[in-house]
């Protein structure tokens, strides 16, 4: 499928994060973009949406580090005494979405500041065959 | 177009409330729950009446089908209580389940079609190990955008809380404080699950590990319990143990009906003047992290139904679900300015002798979080204290306005209902 005529499915968003892609929705009459993705416009309720890709860069609008975790990230090693540090990210172009945070130390989180400047990062998890993207931002000057 | 203010066809009283304990019951069900709430419920309208007038059932539940393997729930607490074949209906919106269903009891009565409606919640969360309820309790999050990424809802509240705190200085001994207040007032009630103050918590912990042989922490005070990683793990940071509400088997029922009928139950109903409900994106969608717009929105609605005002309420039970949830509740809610509440819990203006006594029944924090059953044991709440039955920890002045404020997941729900005893 070409970039234009794919669905506005989370389907669609992940296959995009599997090919280095950070893609959001874009409303071609109020111009607003949406991430998650969607396919009506909530405020002009267009349905042509268009695929737009996003620079991938950002800040740090709120964050947590997670010590007692869903099983999925149990399984990946995460637990009480190894957190992992996830958040929501604001990027440039002014939409927001949730996003593992790479690049900072999880046993400090006293030490990370709101506003840090972060950049896109797409991690693959899960066992070897049943590999899936996973949306994460780095800081910066990591 | 929306209407800016609504009324309800016809009035709608509140003349009965009831609730399960609330902890953990392996031995029972949430059908056995249903039942101690509806007894309770029952024995405490005025007049004797006959169960069998009630016609309607609304139950709120967020997952019997994941947490007892259980769906189709609602006929089941129906038949529980005796009320086949009356039309059942559960209502599911995360942890406002009930807040919800009592919203819609409101409006089968208020519609005309029912005089005498029953509502109530369940939930039995404990049966799962931590991590699965973990899971189940994600479900109600955003599974394709947020929990894929390892959000949590201990997560999503802290993450809340990093912005709070950036915003307006705030620090996690100004979380701590809501638990403390909220476990004093807990230790209060007999239905809370973990109704005890926390530092007669800590004593207990030091007396258990001496009678075990075990070294006796040297904790000096509460504050230095509560900052110890081993007392108190950290969750999610900024988030520990006692900022979250516990995992917490629980059932709650309250009874409705037409104010024209309501003084052949009672001759201190308690109407509800004012409801309103909204809904919200999930949490990054948001222009504001320290807020929650469903709550402002449906706390407006609430007050503008009622015709008073937040300066008027003289007690509510708000959805603490964590420490943080209690503070940004009381923002939005008009109790406080922006980023005010945290130094207004640390003044004691929210204690049961405070201006205004938030969680007098402990709230979440203590008196545990059944989600689906909470919207409606903080109405049961409601009742007691406006009807001077709160017991040892009855607020003083014999109040006659209260308000209940229950959320869904981050706030994609929220109920708000405001409640006045007329006499």
Redesign the interface.
């Known amino acids: 499928m070409t970039e234009h005529n794919r669905p506005f499915t ?1 389907h669609s968003f992940e296959k995009y994060l599997e090919e280095g892609k950070l893609m959001a929705s874009r409303c071609p009459r109020c111009q607003e973009i949406y991430l ?1 993705v969607r396919s009506i416009c909530p405020i002009c309720l267009e349905t042509g949406l268009e695929w737009v890709e996003c620079s991938g860069q950002g800040r740090l ?11 999925f ?2 399984e990946e090693g ?1 637990g ?1 005494d190894n ?2 540090l ?3 990210v604001e990027l440039e172009e002014g939409v ?5 945070l790479l690049g900072l130390d999880p046993g400090r ?2 030490q990370i ?2 506003g840090l400047p972060v950049q896109v990062e797409i991690i693959q998890l899960g066992p070897e065959e049943d590999r ?1 993207p ?3 931002f780095k800081a910066v000057n990591a | 177009m929306s209407k800016t203010s609504r009324s309800l066809a016809r009035g709608v009283s509140l003349i009965g409330a009831g609730m399960s304990k609330f902890g953990s019951f392996p031995e029972k069900s949430s059908r056995d729950l249903f039942v101690e709430a509806f007894l309770e419920m029952r024995s405490s309208v005025d007049r004797e009446f006959d169960p069998r007038d009630i016609e309607a059932l609304y139950i709120g539940n967020f997952s019997s089908d994941l947490f007892e393997g259980q769906a189709h729930t609602a006929p089941i607490m129906a038949d529980a209580v005796g009320m086949i074949p009356r039309p059942a209906v559960r209502v599911e919106d995360a942890c406002a389940s009930s807040g919800v269903a009592l919203r819609e009891g409101i409006l089968a009565v208020a519609s005309g079609l029912y005089d005498i409606v029953l509502v109530g919640g369940i939930e039995m969360m404990t049966n799962l190990p931590t991590s699965e309820v973990t899971d189940t309790l994600a479900a109600a999050g955003d599974v394709l955008y947020e929990i894929p990424v390892g959000f949590t809802f201990p997560g999503f509240y802290a993450a809340m809380a990093t912005a709070y705190f950036d915003r307006y200085g705030a620090s996690p001994e100004d979380l701590m404080r809501v638990a403390l207040k909220n476990h004093a007032n807990g230790a209060l009630n007999d239905k809370a699950q973990f109704g005890v103050s926390i530092p007669d918590w800590m004593e207990k912990r030091k007396a258990s590990a001496q009678r075990k042989g075990k070294p006796v922490p040297d904790w000096t005070d509460e504050w230095d319990f509560l900052t110890d990683d081993r007392a108190n793990p950290m969750i999610a940071w900024p988030l520990r143990l006692f900022d979250c509400s516990p995992i917490t088997d629980g059932a709650s029922a309250a009874l409705l009906v037409a104010d024209e009928i309501a003084g052949s139950f009672t001759d201190h109903p308690i109407r509800i003047i004012g409801t309103g409900q909204a809904s919200d994106y999930p949490l990054h969608d948001r222009e504001d992290l320290t807020s929650i717009q469903a709550a402002r929105l449906a706390g407006q609605q609430a007050y503008q139904m009622a015709g008073v005002g937040p300066e008027d309420i003289q007690l509510a039970e708000v959805h603490d679900c964590f420490t943080i949830a209690e503070l940004i509740a009381c923002e939005d809610l008009g109790f406080f300015e922006p980023g005010n509440a945290f130094q207004a819990v640390a003044e004691g203006t929210t204690d049961r002798d405070g201006n205004i006594p938030i969680n007098t029944s402990g709230g979440l924090k203590s008196k545990g979080h059944p989600v689906g059953a909470s919207g409606i044991g903080q109405t049961v709440e409601i009742f007691k204290q406006l009807r001077g039955l709160g017991g040892e920890r009855q607020i003083p002045g014999q109040p006659t306005l209260g308000l209940s404020h229950n959320v869904g997941a981050t706030g994609q729900t929220c109920a708000v209902h405001i409640y006045r005893r007329e006499k």
């Open positions: 989370a998650p609008a709120a964050f947590t580090a997670v010590h007692i975790g869903p099983t990230m149990n995460f009480r957190p992992y996830t958040g929501i927001r979405i949730s996003a593992r989180p006293d500041e709101l899936k996973q949306l994460a």
